[in-house]
Every structure is written in structure tokens, then in C-alpha cells.
């Protein structure tokens, strides 16, 4: 979000969004471990305090952000794999639901507007897009910021949902898996990958370029 300061109508967008993208998440979470019954809480939909990673906050000021991890050792899988991955798949689906959503009113607003579609990828918007209709890059950062979170979301490593996916693979997960789960998770090397990705150019180029090459297919549904 900071590489879009010169850009004010955009970072409001790409605030409010990722704000949306944890809220929907988090939501989602519980709305599938309630309605099968994995967890007995009964707390808040959404909790600032249980459902913001600091770490993400400061991946999503400098690229991209992430929501407060769910550990797989507290997923209950009595009900099977399927419904235990079924509880990370939630977020990202939900955010990409959120997503999609948010890409139909631009299009409908904005639909004569087809360059915005075609010039742009999701990276290049998470950088801040250019204009000259406000409304128009407000919409289309806040639609966007929720795609790419959904994104970044399904790859498979902690802390991200998309680990708990890749663990619920496993009937009876392994010393191999074991291992990545001590180091990336609980030693917290995937955030440090994560953050080192998004503020170091070399590595964030080619990760941005493996963003866009998922998320923009996504992002032209609409055109």
C-alpha cells in the first residue's frame, strides 16, 4: 500500500479492501467450523485482536498482506480431511468471492472503461493506479486488494491458509511435512520469506509475476 502514497484515492481502496479481505475471512473460518461443528466458540465474527496478523499488517503496507494464521494442530479433523480443508479453503474463497463481487459493480459502473482491465494487472494496481476518476481507482484498488489477498492466500506455506491445505493432503502427516511445520511455521521462517519477498526488488519481481499470472485471469473475467 505505501507505493501507492502518490496515489490517494488508490491507497484508500487498497486499505479498505484488505480490511474487507481479513473481515470475510475470518467470518468464513467460523461460519465452517460452526456449521460442522469442529469448534464450540461463540466469540465475535471478527476480532481485530484474533484475526489480524501484525506481521501480515506490515506485509500488506509493503505488497501484500495475510490474516492471522489458523495452527493445523487445532483444525479437528473427526469429520475427515475434507471437512478440515474445507476450513482453510474458506478465507481465500471468501475473498475471492468478495473479490469478484467488487470487479462486477466496477464493471457495471465503470464498463465502457475496458483499458482499465486490460492495461492493468493486479500487481501493477497494488502499486497504485492512475485515474483521472477517482471513484474509478477507489473501486478497482478495493476490488483488486481482496483478489490478490485471495491469492497469496492459497500458496502452500505457512503462514498462509494454503498450508493448511497442503497439510490436510496428508492422512497421517509425515516427519517430512513435520519438519516444514517446525521450521516455516513455528520457527516463523515463512514470514520472514514472505516479508523478504515484498521488500527485497529482486526477489519481489518474479513473485509479483507469479501473482499476476494467477490473479489476472481473475481479475478479466469482466472485460
Same mark, same amino acid.
Given at each position: 500500500?505505501?507505493?501507492?502514497?502518490?496515489?490517494?484515492?488508490?491507497?484508500?481502496?487498497?486499505?479498505?479492501?484488505?480490511?474487507?479481505?481479513?473481515?470475510?475471512?475470518?467470518?468464513?473460518?467460523r461460519?465452517?467450523?460452526?456449521?460442522?461443528?469442529?469448534?464450540?466458540?461463540?466469540g465475535p465474527?471478527?476480532?481485530p485482536?484474533?484475526?489480524?496478523?501484525?506481521?501480515?499488517?506490515?506485509?500488506?503496507?509493503?505488497?501484500?498482506?495475510?490474516?492471522?494464521?489458523?495452527?493445523?494442530?487445532?483444525?479437528?479433523?473427526?469429520?475427515?480431511?475434507?471437512?478440515?480443508?474445507?476450513?482453510?479453503?474458506?478465507?481465500?474463497?471468501?475473498a475471492?468471492?468478495?473479490?469478484?463481487?467488487l470487479?462486477?459493480?466496477?464493471?457495471?459502473?465503470?464498463?465502457?472503461?475496458?483499458?482499465?482491465?486490460?492495461?492493468?494487472?493486479?500487481?501493477?494496481?497494488?502499486?497504485?493506479?492512475?485515474?483521472?476518476?477517482?471513484?474509478?481507482? +477507489?473501486?478497482?484498488?478495493?476490488?483488486?486488494?481482496?483478489?490478490? +489477498?485471495?491469492?497469496?492466500?492459497?500458496?502452500?506455506?505457512?503462514?498462509?491458509?494454503? +498450508?493448511?491445505?497442503?497439510?490436510?493432503? +496428508?492422512?497421517?502427516?509425515?516427519?517430512?511435512?513435520?519438519?516444514?511445520?517446525?521450521?516455516?511455521?513455528?520457527?516463523?521462517?515463512?514470514?520472514?520469506?514472505?516479508?523478504?519477498?515484498?521488500?527485497?526488488?529482486?526477489?519481489?519481481?518474479?513473485f509479483?509475476?507469479?501473482?499476476?499470472?494467477?490473479?489476472?485471469?481473475?481479475?478479466?473475467?469482466?472485460?
Open positions: 500500500m505505501l507505493y501507492a502514497l502518490g496515489q490517494p484515492a488508490s491507497l484508500a481502496g487498497l486499505l479498505v479492501g484488505f480490511l474487507l479481505a481479513l473481515t470475510v475471512r475470518a467470518v468464513a473460518i461460519a465452517v467450523t460452526r456449521g460442522l461443528r469442529l469448534s464450540w466458540d461463540r465474527w471478527f476480532s485482536r484474533h484475526d489480524v496478523d501484525p506481521f501480515g499488517a506490515v506485509g500488506a503496507a509493503v505488497g501484500l498482506g495475510w490474516g492471522r494464521p489458523t495452527d493445523v494442530g487445532e483444525v479437528s479433523r473427526r469429520r475427515g480431511r475434507g471437512a478440515a480443508a474445507l476450513v482453510f479453503a474458506a478465507g481465500p474463497l471468501a475471492l468471492a468478495l473479490a469478484q463481487a470487479l462486477a459493480v466496477y464493471a457495471l459502473t465503470y464498463g465502457t472503461d475496458r483499458e482499465a482491465f486490460l492495461v492493468n494487472t493486479p500487481a501493477i494496481i497494488m502499486y497504485g493506479v492512475y485515474d483521472v476518476d477517482f471513484g474509478a481507482q +477507489f473501486l478497482l484498488s478495493l476490488a483488486v486488494a481482496p483478489l490478490c +489477498f485471495a491469492v497469496l492466500a492459497l500458496l502452500p506455506m505457512p503462514p498462509l491458509d494454503g +498450508f493448511g491445505l497442503l497439510w490436510c493432503c +496428508f492422512r497421517a502427516p509425515g516427519p517430512g511435512i513435520g519438519k516444514y511445520k517446525h521450521w516455516f511455521a513455528d520457527n516463523n521462517i515463512g514470514i520472514a520469506v514472505l516479508l523478504a519477498v515484498m521488500l527485497i526488488p529482486f526477489l519481489g519481481t518474479p509479483f509475476l507469479v501473482i499476476d499470472a494467477v490473479a489476472t485471469p481473475l481479475m478479466r473475467v469482466w472485460t
